[in-house]
């Protein structure tokens, strides 16, 4: 069978598990009323499902190809890209001023759900353009806002990111690319940049590129980086797309996966660009387009989980092996599991989305402080599960799923890119026990403290599962206190697994929630609190160990 878009799933747990319904009691989100998610998620999902989905092996057997310079994209992606444009489907949280629709970013997180595991290369493009409104929204002049965010929103131009350069990976700071002043307002943009997504294409008249450059006489470092638009074609007075800027593709990438999203090796060669925001406060700016892809990018991750498992289900059902191979107990658990996987996974991004629209309708510190530690759960979390949840679903597949033809690999080809980009999700736990842990814990207390208390609350309904649930946040609040009184060393040597588990404690909890609303969900989350809750115990352990053992081992005794 077909993709099909999860939109009972998600209404599910946006009235149920994570409530969305606080958000339309607000001034700024009163329009966002269950009816109004009902139509967009519905609306949404038949673009997922009848056009973007029936593309996605085009993307991947026709990878998009620089021809003369220009980037030709796959087959059908320039048609359904019109469709995702015209539909408003590209912003749906943008700003009102300027022709959004300024509903709630949780609703956006929705749609990239279901829009990753219907055609996970064509839907980077809006993910990015999304990224850069909000960044403009928040740091750029009010002309630069003026000429280039209807034309976002509108989805007729499309933004990019660019970060990296062959020396300055994760280390953003080693940039080398220069911004020159031309003594008029503009900027000569010169270096080189890599891995530029969709850097160019086909599918929007203009290329929007938000480039890190540094001033002349910049500090080294991050400190010295400064933020420019550098826009593919100038736009002339009447703001439409005027002659060709001093920019080039050099090259298309090579890709395990994700074929249908030119990945660019970008060249500026004086490029003219306009500052946005402060001089050399450039990763500030940027920081906020990379916070709003952090999430979407955790969502990429179990919208491809959600198109594996279903590719999976669907199989299982069909094959036969001694009677069809679902009745197998092996198969039952790897099935169970990646549904109560992708279950916690998308319940965290989602509370994550409305922790964010709580905080921007409400203004409160304490919203603010639980989407910031949120923010890197969803993100390492939601992709860790996408990688997992695709590799069970070649497993359930047998020999079927090491043969293309079936399409479940292509799945963990596309998925493997989300916990390398966006920060590698080892700098998303680093920064989880390093800078959101610099309020002493605070967010994280009280996250667990409600997480306690909900699961106290449960005892009655649920004895076995709440008191599990309980257990495991009471451990993970001790581990949490000895991850304070860690040195940075230590607390970075057990970043990966302390993340792991808190999200784990998180799943855990949501599945209780969904248990309590609905009594038939109980199975579900009795997979997740038993089979998979207990796994945080052993994280825990790891991320307590510390630093000594790993640096016990020189290089040598790893054998360099
Ligand atoms: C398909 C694709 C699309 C991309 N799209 C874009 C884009 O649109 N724009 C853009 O700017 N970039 C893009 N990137 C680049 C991407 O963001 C980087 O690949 C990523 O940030 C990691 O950098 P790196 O590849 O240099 O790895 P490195 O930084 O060399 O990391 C290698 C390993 O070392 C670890 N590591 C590095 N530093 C530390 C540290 N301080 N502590 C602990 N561990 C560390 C990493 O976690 C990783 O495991 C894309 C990459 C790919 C593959």
Redesign the pocket.
């Known amino acids: 069978m077909a993709y099909r878009s999860p939109v009972a799933e998600i209404r599910f747990i946006l009235d149920k598990v994570v409530p969305f319904a606080p958000l339309a009691e607000t001034e700024r989100f009163a329009e966002a009323t269950g009816e109004t998610v009902e139509a967009v998620l519905t609306e949404a999902g038949r673009l997922c499902d009848e056009v973007m989905a029936p593309l996605s092996r085009a993307g991947d057997l026709h990878p998009a190809r620089l021809e003369n310079g220009v980037v030709r994209s796959s087959p059908g992606f320039k048609e359904a890209y019109a469709q995702i444009a015209e539909g408003h489907w590209v912003a749906v949280a943008a700003t009102q001023e300027y022709g959004g629709m300024g509903l709630p970013q949780t609703l956006c997180v929705a749609i990239n759900d279901m829009m990753s595991g219907a055609n996970l290369a064509l839907q980077l493009n809006p993910l ?1 353009t999304q990224g850069q409104i909000e960044a403009l929204e928040h740091h750029a002049s009010e002309e630069i806002k003026a000429l280039y965010i209807p034309k976002l929103i509108a989805g007729t131009w499309s933004g ?5 350069e062959p020396q ?5 700071g080693a940039l080398r690319t220069k911004a020159e002043p031309q003594g008029d307002g503009t900027y000569a943009i010169t270096g080189q ?7 160019d294409s086909d599918l929007t008249e203009n290329i929007c590129h938000l480039v ?1 450059a540094r001033l002349p006489d910049a500090a080294p470092g991050t400190k010295g980086i400064s933020l420019f638009m550098v826009p593919k074609r100038l736009p002339d007075a009447a703001g439409n797309p005027g002659v060709a800027n001093s920019l080039k593709v050099v090259s298309l ?1 090579h ?1 395990m996966g ?1 074929h249908g ?1 030119p ?1 660019c090796v970008m060249s500026f060669e004086g490029a003219t660009g306009w500052m946005v925001g402060e001089p050399n406060k450039g990763m500030a700016a940027m920081f906020t387009m990379m916070n709003n892809a952090r999430l979407a990018v955790g969502v990429q991750g179990i919208g491809i989980a959600e198109g594996a498992y279903q590719k999976a289900l669907d199989y299982a059902r069909e094959r036969v092996q001694f009677g069809p191979i679902i009745a197998h107990a092996d198969v039952r658990r790897m099935l169970a599991e990646m549904r109560a996987e992708i279950f916690a996974a998308r319940a965290i991004a989602l509370a994550c989305a409305v922790a964010l629209d709580m905080g921007r309708a409400t203004g409160k510190e304490g919203w603010h402080a639980r989407a910031a530690l949120l923010t890197p759960i969803a993100k390492a979390y939601g992709t860790d599960v996408g990688i997992h949840v695709a590799d069970q679903g070649i497993q359930v597949h047998g020999g079927m799923g090491f043969i293309e033809e079936t399409g479940a690999a292509q799945y963990l080809r596309d998925v493997r ?1 989300t916990a ?8 998303q736990a ?1 920064d989880l026990v390093g800078r959101k842990m610099m309020d002493e814990g605070r967010a994280a207390f009280r996250l667990l403290q409600e997480v306690e208390d909900a699961a106290k609350a449960a005892r009655e309904a649920l004895p076995d599962l709440a008191e599990a649930v309980w257990q495991a946040a009471e451990t993970m609040r001790e581990a949490t206190e000895a991850l304070i009184a860690q040195s940075t060393q230590d607390r ?1 040597a057990g970043a990966v697994p302390y993340l792991r588990a808190f999200a784990r404690v998180l799943g855990a909890h949501y599945h209780l929630q969904a248990a309590l609303a609905d009594g038939a969900r109980a199975k579900l989350a009795a997979i997740y609190i038993r089979r998979i809750l207990p796994q945080a115990e052993a994280d825990l352990a790891a991320a307590r160990a510390g630093a000594v053992d790993l640096f016990a081992l020189s290089p040598e005794d790893l054998g360099a």
Do not use: H, P, Q, R
């Not at 300055?168 to 953003?172: I, K, L």
């Not at 940049?193 to 850097?199: A, L, Q």
């Open positions: 990015l990019t990111m660019n970060l990296t300055a990976g994760s280390d953003v940049k890599i891995f530029i997504s969709w850097g890190l990438e890709k994700l999203s990945t890119v390398i980009y966006e920060g590698t999700n080892g700098i680093m970075f």
